[in-house]
């Protein structure tokens, strides 16, 4: 049976009882040497706290030639007894019978001393920044949700389905694409005669046609749901969108989940139920790591979870929505009316200002909303839904799928389509077809909101972002 090398640090902090004969491993956080005793603080990942080492250096003479080449950064094993503590904030330390110094790290050049940096700095040292507490908290809560999700879905019986990363189907439209290609950008082969004469020969290309990265699973997916009923992917997502905010990225994760015979109504209720069912997990397993972020990232943060785990999300429609904007007589950058797509000052104004939580919007104009999307029976709004949250805005963004095939071949032909692009897509209608629903979650969204961290460079290991590809 496997055994990890070494127990981890989270395991000896918490542990029952003193351990008379015991070793760990870790890097040293930081270092106090005093004449008779030095004190280390060893941290391995496992937990947002370290465990405080103890050198007592007048019975073991041998250990200050190695502290003299320990510092910040430096990897060690420690042999030695967990023991009660005397000083505050911790119940173990370990007395150190022998320390071994794995590999030094030098104080002139390692970067991460033992002052505050900034998130931007920490940026540029993607590779090294979670050794720090800010990004060890986030990359365990990151994990915790990554696995609630997939604990939700299995808890309903629904099925892990993964979808292809590349395309040859411009299937949403839902925003712009990457382009995979393995043409010699410096030859490319043009088409010789005929109409599209000069245009690129993609027959030439690797797939025998364009292609490009996913911008979403949703279309494949709902080939899996009205198939096995219900269905989630999680993967990632790529949009070459040239917006430099805090809330975008060029490579994202998503989980979209997809459910036949599911309207509207319950896509809310499946929205709001699995969002609850994944903060209760990071409250009950991330305790250390949400204090953390409490205290030093985002002030309050540890109660407004627990409101929202508790409270119903507001839903309203899209027209109610106007409603109140217009009404609230708020300066907008962009001004309200029926018609327009909100904009994150809108979201956030409904999050913050008005219903002061999450807030679900549904009953978007079509003409805002992608071509999939049930048409209401006003012929001007859509069964779509999107979860709004204070601080960020757009969360999560879904829809009732149209699943009447007239109707739908309809919406592709009005807005310039080809029908005959989408013939395995419209075969879920036109064989056996079923009222469904479904929706997308921006996976980093979600870890930035249950963090309180305002970039979403900084919740996902090596950001993609326009002009940054670093790591
Ligand atoms: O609203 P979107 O574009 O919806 C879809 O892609 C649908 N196919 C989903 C579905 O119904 N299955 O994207 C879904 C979510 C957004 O609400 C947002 O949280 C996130 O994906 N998102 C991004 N996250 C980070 N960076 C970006 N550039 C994002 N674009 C969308
Ligand atoms: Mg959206």
């Given at each position: 049976?496997?055994?990890?090398?070494?127990?981890?640090?989270?395991?000896?902090?918490?542990?029952?009882?003193?351990?008379?004969?015991?070793?760990?491993?870790?890097?040293?956080?930081?270092?106090?040497?005093?004449?008779?005793?030095?004190?280390?603080?060893?941290?391995?990942?496992?937990?947002?706290?370290?465990?405080?080492?103890?050198?007592?250096?007048?019975?073991?003479?041998?250990?200050?030639?190695?502290?003299?080449?320990?510092?910040?950064?430096?990897?060690?094993?420690?042999?030695?007894?967990?023991?009660?503590?005397?000083?505050?904030?911790?119940?173990?330390?370990?007395?150190?019978?022998?320390?071994?110094?794995?590999?030094?790290?030098?104080?002139?050049?390692?970067?991460?001393?033992?002052?505050?940096?900034?998130?931007?700095?920490?940026?540029?040292?993607?590779?090294?920044?979670?050794?720090?507490?800010?990004?060890?908290?986030?990359?365990?809560?990151?994990?915790?949700?990554?696995?609630?999700?997939?604990?939700?879905?299995?808890?309903?019986?629904?099925?892990?389905?993964?979808?292809?990363?590349?395309?040859?189907?411009?299937?949403?439209?839902?925003?712009?694409?990457?382009?995979?290609?393995?043409?010699?950008?410096?030859?490319?082969?043009?088409?010789?005669?005929?109409?599209?004469?000069?245009?690129?020969?993609?027959?030439?290309?690797?797939?025998?046609?364009?292609?490009?990265?996913?911008?979403?699973?949703?279309?494949?997916?709902?080939?899996?749901?009205?198939?096995?009923?219900?269905?989630?992917?999680?993967?990632?997502?790529?949009?070459?969108?040239?917006?430099?905010t805090?809330?975008?990225?060029?490579?994202?994760?998503?989980?979209?989940?997809?459910?036949?015979?599911?309207?509207?109504?319950?896509?809310?209720?499946?929205?709001?139920?699995?969002?609850?069912?994944?903060?209760?997990?990071?409250?009950?397993?991330?305790?250390?790591?949400?204090?953390?972020?409490?205290?030093?990232?985002?002030?309050?943060?540890?109660?407004?979870?627990?409101?929202?785990?508790?409270?119903?999300?507001?839903?309203?429609?899209?027209?109610?929505?106007?409603?109140?904007l217009v009404?609230s007589k708020q300066k907008f950058e962009f001004p309200v009316q029926?018609?327009i797509d909100l904009q994150s000052e809108h979201e956030r104004y409904?999050?913050?200002?008005?219903?002061?939580?999450?807030?679900?919007?549904?009953?978007?104009?079509?003409?805002?909303?992608?071509?999939?999307?049930?048409?209401?029976?006003?012929?001007?709004?859509?069964?779509?839904?999107?979860?709004?949250?204070?601080?960020?805005g757009?969360?999560?963004?879904?829809?009732?799928?149209?699943?009447?095939?007239?109707?739908?071949?309809?919406?592709?032909?009005?807005?310039?389509?080809?029908?005959?692009?989408?013939?395995?897509?419209?075969?879920?209608?036109?064989?056996?077809?079923?009222?469904?629903?479904?929706?997308?979650?921006?996976?980093?969204?979600?870890?930035?909101?249950?963090?309180?961290?305002?970039?979403?460079?900084?919740?996902?290991?090596?950001?993609?972002?326009?002009?940054?590809?670093?790591?």
């Amino acid at each position: 049976m496997f055994q990890k090398p070494y127990p981890s640090v989270a395991s000896l902090v918490t542990s029952n009882a003193p351990i008379p004969s015991v070793k760990a491993a870790g890097w040293v956080r930081t270092k106090r040497d005093a004449k008779d005793t030095a004190f280390l603080e060893l941290n391995d990942g496992s937990c947002q706290g370290n465990l405080q080492v103890v050198i007592d250096k007048t019975s073991l003479p041998a250990a200050e030639a190695i502290l003299a080449s320990i510092a910040t950064g430096a990897s060690i094993e420690v042999s030695g007894e967990l023991r009660a503590s005397p000083a505050a904030g911790q119940k173990w330390e370990l007395a150190a019978s022998a320390v071994t110094l794995l590999g030094a790290a030098d104080a002139e050049t390692y970067p991460l001393q033992k002052k505050k940096h900034s998130l931007e700095f920490l940026r540029e040292i993607s590779h090294l920044r979670a050794r720090t507490n800010t990004f060890g908290a986030v990359a365990r809560v990151r994990n915790t949700l990554s696995f609630a999700i997939h604990e939700y879905f299995q808890n309903l019986g629904f099925y892990y389905v993964n979808t292809p990363i590349v395309t040859a189907s411009d299937a949403e439209g839902a925003g712009q694409m990457f382009q995979v290609t393995t043409l010699d950008l410096d030859k490319v082969p043009r088409v010789k005669e005929g109409p599209g004469a000069g245009t690129v020969d993609y027959e030439k290309d690797f797939f025998g046609k364009k292609a490009h990265l996913t911008v979403s699973g949703q279309l494949n997916g709902e080939t899996y749901a009205t198939a096995l009923g219900g269905i989630y992917t999680f993967g990632p997502t790529f949009r070459a969108e040239n917006s430099n905010t805090t809330r975008h990225l060029a490579e994202f994760w998503m989980v979209e989940p997809e459910v036949s015979f599911l309207d509207i109504n319950g896509n809310m209720d499946l929205a709001e139920d699995f969002l609850k069912f994944v903060f209760g997990r990071v409250l009950e397993r991330n305790p250390e790591e949400m204090a953390f972020f409490n205290q030093w990232v985002e002030k309050g943060v540890v109660d407004t979870l627990k409101t929202v785990v508790q409270k119903p999300f507001a839903r309203i429609t899209y027209t109610e929505a106007v409603d109140v904007l217009v009404k609230s007589k708020q300066k907008f950058e962009f001004p309200v009316q029926w018609g327009i797509d909100l904009q994150s000052e809108h979201e956030r104004y409904l999050t913050d200002v008005v219903y002061q939580g999450p807030v679900i919007v549904t009953g978007y104009p079509k003409e805002i909303k992608a071509f999939y999307m049930k048409l209401n029976d006003d012929g001007k709004t859509v069964r779509a839904m999107d979860v709004l949250v204070p601080r960020l805005g757009e969360i999560i963004g879904g829809s009732q799928r149209e699943e009447d095939l007239a109707k739908l071949e309809k919406r592709i032909t009005e807005l310039g389509m080809h029908v005959d692009d989408y013939r395995w897509y419209l075969d879920l209608r036109r064989y056996g077809t079923v009222v469904h629903a479904g929706f997308g979650l921006g996976f980093e969204r979600l870890v930035q909101y249950v963090t309180g961290m305002g970039n979403i460079r900084d919740v996902i290991p090596f950001p993609r972002t326009v002009g940054n590809a670093e790591f």
